[in-house]
T-cell receptor, first 115, second 115 residues
Framework: AQKVTQAQTEISVVEKEDVTLDCVYE???????LFWYKQPPSGELVFLIR??????QNEISGRYSWNFQKSTSSFNFTITASQVVDSAVYFC????????????FGDGTTLTVKP | EAGVAQSPRYKIIEKRQSVAFWCNPI?????LYWYQQILGQGPKLLIQ????????DSQLPKDRFSAERLKGVDSTLKIQPAKLEDSAVYLC?????????????FGQGTRLTVV
């Protein structure tokens, strides 16, 4: 069975600090995909990134970066020089190839960036 | 490109009453999902449609919940009769294909309060 754990329920930082959101997953499938979504106060989840199980390259997109390590079953998300607009709930999700389209979400990390 | 539309945004009902939610996915998206998001938790998949056929409804409480997607476009989710524990945000999402590597696009959700 697939499972996603986001141990950090809430994180609070001051603007311009760097912050890392942790995600640990469990799966028995060899082919799977990991996602990060952002949920601002308006409610809709916004897709940020997707990684497949065969690609452990880290990725950077502006102030965002993602570190995927199969050895520790982790897919962590770092925001560099955080801004107030980064305040939101962030979800990590896992989809197994054999369960096409069915994503399992973690319980999310609420990030508050204070000015 | 228009996003996923949901209505209503908010609904308050008494227990044992019935309620219906509506979703209009992104044009051309074959796959439609309904998720339940209880406060403080991640979204949990209730049902997945591929065009107008059901792909997965294993977590849908079928004694009280029903969903349909007529003509493979719009969808409605109904709860009858509602219970207190149904209080949650109901999110509709769509994707171009129901594959594990495809990200979903979410609507803003309907916040249901059962009193």
């Amino acid at each position: 069975a697939q499972k996603v754990t986001q141990a950090q329920t809430e994180i609070s930082v001051v603007e311009k600090e760097d912050v890392t959101l942790d995600c640990v997953y469990e799966t028995r499938d060899t082919t799977y995909y990991l996602f990060w979504y952002k949920q601002p106060p308006s409610g809709e989840l916004v897709f940020l990134i997707r990684r497949n199980s065969f690609d452990e390259q880290n990725e950077i997109s502006g102030r965002y970066s993602w570190n995927f390590q199969k050895s520790t079953s982790s897919f962590n998300f770092t925001i560099t020089a955080s801004q107030v607009v980064d305040s939101a709930v962030y979800f990590c999700a896992l989809s197994e190839e054999k369960n096409a389209g069915k994503s399992t979400f973690g319980d999310g990390t609420t990030l508050t960036v204070k000015p | 490109e228009a996003g996923v539309a949901q209505s209503p945004r908010y609904k308050i009902i008494e227990k044992r009453q019935s309620v219906a939610f509506w979703c209009n996915p992104i044009s051309g998206h074959a796959t439609l999902y309904w998720y339940q998001q209880i406060l403080g938790q991640g979204p949990k998949l209730l049902i997945q449609f591929q065009n107008n056929g059901v792909v997965d409804d294993s977590q849908l409480p079928k004694d009280r919940f029903s969903a349909e997607r007529l003509k493979g476009v719009d969808s409605t989710l109904k709860i009858q009769p509602a219970k207190l524990e149904d209080s949650a945000v109901y999110l509709c999402a769509s994707s171009s294909m129901g594959h594990a590597n495809t990200e979903a696009f979410f609507g803003q959700g309907t916040r249901l309060t059962v009193v």
